[in-house]
């Protein structure tokens, strides 16, 4: 596979000595954790998919490329030292020119059981751009040119992004020192209700409250994107409403692929909810997280049920409004879920779960594939440059300050 990035051999926080400034822990496998699936192709589909990697922006709209302990029953304590680890390796080899890393988000536990604390939030934040800072192969993301100069440069722009703003409690400012830190996208919500609205969790959801709604304007103003993965259907559709730019939906599905006993089922996105991100100018990103894209057709979940909910919402919406948000990392995905249900909202499972997403199991394997399954369906490439980071850099240019 082509487009290996310039990555010199970087490993987090190499600028410390480990076992005297930070806990070491054995950390799991960035590359072939489990056995890589790679898409068969023909050789001359896979020169191809090679020239697509080669001449197109890729990038990821929702992903956390972070590193987990190989040994999940350490993952609190991991979690307390508040120094996370970026898989560089893997990325490397992920074809990505720009990645919206989602951090810890709500499993950042150094000082609360529950997570989305300011001072928590902060603290990762600032902890991650100091490791960013002390290694050349990937680039700080603030604006489209980022992105851009990261391509050109064999280099990935990283780019700090919060799945709900709830750690804002409600102080609108506190917009304006998350924008200072580089995060340029944020959810309204995630599963809970918090200050700003409803999540997509609750059994009663309020919409986006007053104070939500100077929220949005606040992002508006400042440039920073809005996501509504997470939130409620009612509060989802009074956040596109209420922005004067697009959003984006950077992590889900179609929920009319979903039966409502499935545990993904509230998780995925509304036909209405679609339609109105795309009516706005946004663009839906697919997610590859456990168990999440699942169908009626294709229970287990693999590459063919995520790609399912890609057609479906390129049907529904038109391929400017599709993009890919894969929700991945590197370690045991789904023994993550189990051991944060509570903080996460997660339904536990009435499906056979898989152990791993076959083809989709982390950073350095989805986009390659994605790509492949695009060429074998018979894709053009000016199709397949939009959904791998076309659409998404069009609705930046609007979106983000510059």
Request: net charge negative.
């Amino acid at each position: 596979m082509s487009k290996c990035k310039k990555y010199s051999g970087y490993k987090s926080y190499q600028y410390l000595d480990k076992g005297v400034d930070y806990k070491d822990f054995k950390l799991a496998k960035e590359i072939e954790r489990v056995k890589s699936y790679v898409i068969p192709l023909s050789k001359s589909e896979e020169k191809r998919v090679e020239k697509i990697l080669e001449k197109c922006i890729v990038i990821s709209l929702h992903d956390h490329p972070t590193i987990l302990p190989e040994d999940l029953s350490q993952i609190f304590e991991y979690m307390r030292e508040g120094r996370e680890r970026t898989g560089y390796k893997g990325l490397s080899i992920s074809g990505l020119d720009a990645v919206f890393d989602n951090l810890m988000d709500g499993t950042s536990l150094i000082t609360s059981k529950m997570g989305w604390k300011w001072s928590d939030t902060i603290y990762d934040l600032g902890m991650r751009l100091s490791d960013i800072a002390h290694q050349d192969f990937m680039i700080k993301g603030e604006r489209v040119e980022d992105i851009l100069r990261a391509h050109d440069e064999g280099k990935i722009a990283i780019i700090p992004s919060l799945e709900a703003a709830t750690m804002i409690e409600n102080e609108v400012d506190r917009i304006d020192i998350l924008y200072g830190f580089g995060v340029r996208v944020m959810g309204i919500a995630y599963c809970e209700s918090n200050a700003l609205g409803s999540g997509q969790e609750e059994e009663r959801d309020g919409g986006l409250t007053n104070f939500g709604r100077k929220a949005v304007k606040r992002m508006n103003k400042i440039g920073m994107a809005i996501d509504i993965s997470h939130c409620g259907d009612h509060t989802a559709l009074d956040v596109i409403e209420a922005s004067e730019k697009p959003v984006f939906i950077t992590h889900s599905g179609a929920r009319a692929l979903c039966t409502d006993d499935m545990p993904n089922f509230r998780r995925m996105a509304p036909d209405e909810s679609i339609r109105s991100c795309a009516e706005k100018g946004g663009v839906i990103g697919i997610e590859a997280a456990p168990h999440q894209t699942i169908t009626k057709r294709h229970i287990k979940h693999n590459i063919e049920s995520f790609m399912e909910h890609f057609e479906y919402c390129k049907e529904l919406v038109g391929i400017d409004h599709v993009a890919f948000g894969p929700d991945t990392l590197f370690g045991d995905h789904v023994g993550l879920h189990h051991v944060f249900s509570e903080q996460l909202s997660i339904t536990p499972s009435k499906i056979k779960e898989v152990e791993f997403v076959k083809g989709l199991e982390n950073p350095s394997e989805t986009f390659p594939n994605i790509i492949r399954w695009l060429v074998r369906q018979g894709y053009s490439d000016q199709e397949i440059e939009k959904v791998i980071g076309g659409n998404i850099l069009r609705v930046l240019k609007e979106v983000w300050w510059s």
